[in-house]
């Protein structure tokens, strides 16, 4: 994806179709640059992993890392075109 329009609203339907390296959310058709995170931050998420995951110990919850596609406020029916919200938080 090169050229983005910051005036246009986007879909999940375009993040699909896009390649390259670069990562991107939405929110509200928005477009949002992932960027690189700091050594601080990768230490807080993993000291958070290690916590929930051992709280999770023998539960059923998992817990999963970014990237993995979160679509907020979407129905499990709605098609990608019509999803304009999607996040990649560091732990879900």
Not at 29 to 53: D, E
Request: net charge negative; with cysteine.
């Amino acid at each position: 994806m090169t050229n983005q329009d910051e005036t246009r609203r986007y879909t999940y339907a375009d993040l699909l179709s896009w390649t390259g390296k670069e990562r991107y959310e939405l929110f509200e058709g928005k477009l949002i640059r992932r960027t690189g995170a700091s050594s601080v931050h990768q230490g807080v998420v993993l000291q958070l992993s290690l916590q929930i995951g051992r709280w999770l110990e023998g539960k059923s919850p998992r817990l999963f890392f970014a990237p993995l596609d979160v679509c907020l406020f979407a129905e499990e029916t709605d098609p990608p075109d019509r999803v304009d919200t999607v996040l990649q938080p560091d732990l879900m």
